[in-house]
């Protein structure tokens, strides 16, 4: 079997359109939930100022707290695509195996 | 004076040190190296947290390390934001690019493209917007690096400053390839790091380690205003500088979505041995960068609150508020080494620039666009790349000093990212998820995001008294009219090959199939 029909079959294959799906199923959600999240603080710091002023944490006011909630966004972002990432490279190593394609080669 | 002098040596001793030890990695590197996998990708054997640091360093600029430090120190809040837009630039690198990336391609962003679209247009269309963005970022880098040396290392000219990054980032490149690059940027993130951890420590013993106490001093800062007059800002609040929030958001997306099309970014993920090792080492690079940005609040903050902006003003300007901080609280031997930390920065990230270039000439354009994808004589593409790189080299060390320190060069990184943004990343993510996508999209896309991002600076503030574009980056507008074109290329035209190669691609990226192996020892 050569790598042209091998793809084709695991294109074909439902674990490969699960396997896709669950991808996208994570990513697109959590793409738009980060670019929404990331432009709402320049929008805030640009047009409800008042807002960003008030201080929360002693003297520490919305704008830093905000700005450093990005930072533990995109941390916690992160490490749940790496966990959910641990799940597609088992079903990806399944399906290549089912398919008689190693991934070493 | 004496003090001026032994200050100054501390620092060109400690550089020297750093200089050393690179090239006796180097040395090594051009010892293990043969072969092009080897020279382009470092045999594809770099570890996931190695990549990560490397990462790191290849994207902590100088523009980051004193720029928003000296931003943060003059203006407060507003430099913050830059912090921001860094780090979470790389949720785009890892949810859409660097797997699919390392599972397709074998040496530069324009694999990707050629596996499924035509090879000669779109590889050479790729290959222009690389060396354009790679040239701008480095022009930036050297002026700010002969800069920066000319105040750091009293008696060191501002041309001489300049020819001696120019011919280290060269022999880097030429005898030690990618392995040697990649040590280079390790062991520059390793000291960016401590270098940034001490300062914030340092910071934090001034308040008692108290940080309500710290953040209560930044509420009240005095400086001496434009007039003349004495004013008291309030450093946490938004708006102190920037007053058009669409030039903040216009350089969001900049930053966003040019991270991920940056092409001396990418290349690095084709050092690691397979996908999953990318998806690590894009985690170690974030945890990396943002430890770090978080720390520009310490260091930045900082030297406002313990400095105040008059005194930064006056002392060497506000590139130099970082280093003036570690002389005010660390002593001249701490002075001394941030200032050879700083420079170790520029010199790393422009070694990784000339060998983007570099690989991108060779491998793109001239063993896949002039010889058809054929070698002619073996090892045919990594001796063009080591000229490339003395090529690209010489060029930037005449245009920075033909340039001069005086010219204000910061705009170029922003247009780097602009058109990493406009050109680079629309057309990849095309090639990798849609299927009609074909080479008139790419070309165009490539085409009118490049043209556009350059066009709309040209008539921006930087550039005009009285501007016909507002904006200081071009990405709010840049963006759209790449996709547009991105778009409007592909529908206008038809290519059966694409679609049918698409097949192939997606599960090469989705699965790792035929990806690219890591060589035996």
Redesign the interface.
């Known amino acids: 079997m050569n790598r042209d029909d091998r793809c084709r079959r695991i294109f074909r294959d439902p674990d490969f359109a699960e396997l896709v799906r669950r991808k996208a199923t994570l990513i697109l959600p959590a793409t738009l939930f980060f670019v929404i999240y990331y432009f709402a603080l320049p929008v805030a710091a640009g047009w409800f100022p008042e807002f960003m002023q008030k201080e929360i944490w002693g003297r520490v006011n919305v704008a830093y707290l905000f700005a450093l909630s990005q930072f533990l966004m995109t941390w916690g972002l992160a490490f749940l695509y790496v966990w959910a990432a641990a799940g597609w490279d088992r079903r990806e190593h399944q399906l290549l195996k089912k398919i008689g394609a190693d991934s070493k080669e | 004076m004496i003090a001026v002098v032994q200050q100054g040596n501390t620092a060109l001793w400690m550089f020297l040190a750093f200089v050393a030890a690179t090239l006796v990695i180097t040395y090594f590197s051009a010892r293990k190296s043969s072969g092009a996998s080897a020279y382009f990708a470092a045999g594809r054997r770099i570890t996931g947290w190695q990549n990560g640091l490397a990462v790191a360093g290849d994207y902590m600029s100088a523009a980051s390390f004193l720029g928003i430090a000296g931003m943060i120190a003059m203006n407060g ?2 430099g ?2 830059y ?3 860094f ?2 630039a ?3 690198v ?3 690019v660097a797997e699919p990336l390392r599972n397709t391609g074998k040496y530069t962003m324009a694999d990707v493209l050629a596996f499924r679209l035509s090879p000669k247009p779109v590889r050479a269309a790729a290959s222009v917007s690389t060396l354009t963005v790679s040239l701008f970022y480095m022009i930036a880098q050297m002026v700010g690096a002969g800069v920066l040396v000319r105040q750091l290392i009293p008696g060191v000219s501002y041309e001489v400053a300049v020819v001696g990054v120019g011919i280290l980032m060269v022999v880097y490149v030429v005898f030690g390839g990618m392995l040697a690059t990649t040590w280079v940027q390790i062991i520059k993130a390793v000291l960016l790091i401590s270098g940034s951890l001490f300062l914030s420590y340092l910071v934090l013993q001034k308040f008692h380690f108290d940080l ?1 106490q710290f ?2 001093s ?2 009240a800062i005095s400086s001496t205003g434009p007039n003349g007059e004495t004013m008291t800002r ?1 450093f ?4 102190l500088i ?1 007053k ?3 030039d ?2 216009s350089l ?1 997306m900049a930053l ?1 979505f040019g991270t991920a099309g940056l092409p001396h970014i990418l290349i690095r993920f084709y050092t690691v041995p397979d996908a ?1 090792t990318a ?2 080492s ?2 170690w690079a ?2 990396i960068i ?1 430890a770090f ?2 720390m520009t609040t310490f260091f930045g903050f900082g030297a406002a609150s313990l400095l105040g902006p008059d005194y930064v003003k006056a002392n060497g300007g506000t590139n130099m508020a970082a280093p003036e901080l570690a002389r005010v609280l660390g002593g001249e031997v701490f002075f001394a080494f941030i200032s050879a930390v700083a420079f170790a920065t520029i010199l790393a990230v422009v070694a990784g620039l000339t060998i983007s270039a570099s690989t991108s000439f060779a491998h793109d354009f001239f063993v896949n666009v002039i010889h058809h994808g054929k070698e002619h004589r073996p090892g045919e593409e990594v001796k063009v790349a080591r000229i490339t790189a003395f090529v690209v080299g010489a060029a930037s060390i005449g245009i920075a000093i033909l340039l001069g320190p005086a010219v204000n060069v910061a705009f170029l990184v922003g247009l780097a990212f602009a058109v990493a943004a406009s050109a680079n990343l629309p057309v990849m993510l095309a090639s990798l998820f849609w299927r009609r996508f074909n080479t008139a999209g790419a070309v165009g896309g490539l085409g009118v995001g490049l043209l556009s991002s350059i066009g709309l600076i040209l008539v921006s503030p930087d550039f005009m008294k009285e501007p016909i574009f507002p904006l200081k980056n071009p990405a709010l507008v840049s963006i759209p009219l790449g996709l547009i074109a991105t778009w409007l290329g592909t529908v206008l035209s038809k290519e059966k090959a694409s679609e049918e190669k698409f ?2 691609l ?3 990226a ?5 990806a690219e ?1 890591a060589t035996e020892h």
């Open positions: 809040y507003d913050f934001l912090s921001v837009g780090l979470v790389y949720l785009t890892l949810f859409l309500g953040f209560s930044l509420t309030n946490l609040h938004p708006g920037f058009n929030p669409w903040q958001i969001g966003l999953k998806r690590a894009v985690v974030m945890l943002g940005y978080i097949v192939e997606t599960v090469r989705q699965t790792g199939l035929g192996k």
